[in-house]
């Protein structure tokens, strides 16, 4: 997708603050930070939302639950507590449409709710 943000992080084309990288998955620190610790996570293969996976993604989006639980250990963040949460479209104020998890730490975070 030569207009989404994220899949020009992943070529290179736009700078990032990377946490973690392997061949299927890339994990970056967010330009806006909304909590201490506000990681991004997200597959490499360009996928609009989680509503638009298809089930050959699933395998790709456990391995990304995992790397979020890989990389809230690393941060040290296990015992206090963080949060990993994706946004899908406008209800839920999705604004990059390339798939992308959130992993928030550092604080006590707000609750879930409107
Ligand atoms: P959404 O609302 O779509 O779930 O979240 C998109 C997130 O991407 C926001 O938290 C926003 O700050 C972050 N973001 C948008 N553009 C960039 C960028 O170019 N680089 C990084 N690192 N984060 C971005
Ligand atoms: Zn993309």
New binding site residues.
Partial sequence: MSDC??C??VAGD????KVYEDDQILA???????SPI?V?IIPKKHIASLAEAGDEDWVLIGHIQGAAAQIARELEVEQSGYRV???IGAN??????HL?Y?LMAGARLSPLGV
């Avoid at 736009?14 to 603050?17: Q, V």
């Avoid at 839920?92 to 449409?97: C, E, L, N, P, S």
Wanted: glycine share 4%; net charge positive; proline share 7%.
């Fill in positions: 943000i994220f020009k992080i736009l700078p990032s603050k970056f620190h967010d330009i806006q930070p909304a506000h991004l949460v994706t946004n839920a104020g999705q604004i990059v449409h992308h959130h």
